[in-house]
Structure formats: C-alpha cells, structure tokens
T-cell receptor, first 113, second 114 residues
Framework: DGGITQSPKYLFRKEGQNVTLSCEQN?????MYWYRQDPGQGLRLIYY???????QKGDIAEGYSVSREKKESFPLTVTSAQKNPTAFYLC????????????FGPGTRLTVT | GENVEQHPSTLSVQEGDSAVIKCTYS??????FPWYKQELGKRPQLIID???NVGEKKDQRIAVTLNKTAKHFSLHITETQPEDSAVYFC?????????????WGAGTKLIIKP
C-alpha cells in the first residue's frame, strides 16, 4: 500500500466550495475505489473504477464526482451539493481480474466549515 | 441488498487472552473475505484473508475460519498484545454487472487490557 498516495493529508474548506482530493498509485493496479469514513463508523463506498475512462456509483455517490483519465489517477471532487462533507476520505486500489485484495492510501481528512 | 453484519462492536480482553470477532454475510456468491486492522487516524491494513475454497487460514497469532453453509466467518487472535488494540473490519466480495467490490462490516473496536 506504500504505492498509493493521497494529498493533502488535511484539507479545510468553506461551505459552498468544491474541493478535489487527489489519489495516485504506481502499482499498475486496474481498479480504484473511494470510501468515506465518519468518526467511529465503517467504510462507505462513494465511487469505483475498474478501468480507465469508466467508473460506477457506489452507495453514497450523491454530491461527489470522479474521473479516471489515467490508470494511476482517480481524483474525487466533493461538490457543494454534498450536505455533510466533513469526513475522512480513503482511496484504495486493487490489482485487477482474479486479485481481490484492496490496498488503501493514507487518507485525507476534510473539514468543511 | 447485500450486507455484512459484524459482532461485537466493542471487545475488551485481557492481555494474553484470545479475541474472536464474527461476521455474517448475505450473498451466497461471495468468494473472498478479508480482514483489515485500522489504528486511530490511519489507513485500514489487510491482515489476513480467505477464499471460499478454504475453511481456515492461519498466520502466526491470527487465524480466519469460514463456514460457507452458514455464511459466516470469524477472526481469531491468540495471545493478544497491546499493539493489537485497533478497530477491525471484515468484508465480503460481491460482483454487480461484472464490477467487483467489497461489502464492509461496521467494525469492532478491540481493547487489550494490560
């Protein structure tokens, strides 16, 4: 999982502003995932992508958008439509067909005031 | 829809004792079951996993058992140590329209008492 980076580690934004969280991997993994984690809670899937130029909504996609223009990059935009965006955001990647394990980046803690 | 139930939500054990965390899944097609450990403020890290063609897997003090008939799997930690204190998550694989993802349990906070 050392090959997955997220930046920045901490991010502060004013309400009403869009913000983009970075996720990069140099593991040559095909699939990438974005999760949201609230304090004391589990992981909820926002979006995921199995291949370049293709992605699917997860369970809580409303108010978020993604792109997958390059295999190694899967940025997440938190839009002003997301009602409660303050959370810990985790990106993960998976090698591809036949490989099931997901490896996580260090996360970005977003605070919106 | 598919879900994974995890119990207990909090588990407190004496150092040196064993800890067991249990998960139940709903999708009979699930075939991969990982366990992750997450320390406070850190990323979840894969500690052990099992595939549906295996009933048990061990790695030093950690073991996972799978009962496909009952659709449940468990994490066993023996000789617990202070550094085992963390939140543990189980997950089960699902495939929707050829898109693969994990369904996660809600987590178990494991507290090791000195």
């Amino acid at each position: 999982d050392g090959g997955i980076t997220q930046s920045p580690k901490y991010l502060f934004r004013k309400e009403g502003q869009n913000v983009t969280l970075s996720c990069e991997q140099n593991l040559n993994h095909d699939a990438m995932y974005w999760y949201r984690q609230d304090p004391g809670q589990g992981l909820r899937l926002i979006y995921y992508s199995q291949i370049v130029n293709d992605f699917q909504k997860g369970d809580i996609a409303e108010g978020y958008s993604v792109s997958r223009e390059k295999k190694e990059s899967f940025p997440l935009t938190v839009t002003s439509a997301q009602k409660n965006p303050t959370a810990f955001y985790l990106c993960a990647s998976r090698p591809g067909t036949g490989a099931y394990e997901q490896y996580f980046g260090p996360g970005t803690r977003l605070t919106v005031t | 829809g598919e879900n994974v139930e995890q119990h207990p939500s909090t588990l407190s054990v004496q150092e040196g004792d064993s800890a067991v965390i249990k998960c139940t899944y709903s999708d009979s097609a699930s075939n991969y079951f990982p366990w992750y450990k997450q320390e406070l403020g850190k990323r979840p890290q894969l500690i052990i996993d099992i595939r549906s063609n295996v009933g048990e897997k061990k790695d030093q003090r950690i073991a996972v058992t799978l009962n496909k008939t009952a659709k449940h799997f468990s994490l066993h930690i023996t000789e617990t140590q202070p550094e085992d204190s963390a939140v543990y998550f189980c997950a089960a694989s699902i495939s929707r329209d050829s898109n693969y993802q994990l369904i996660w349990g809600a987590g178990t906070k494991l507290i090791i008492k000195p």
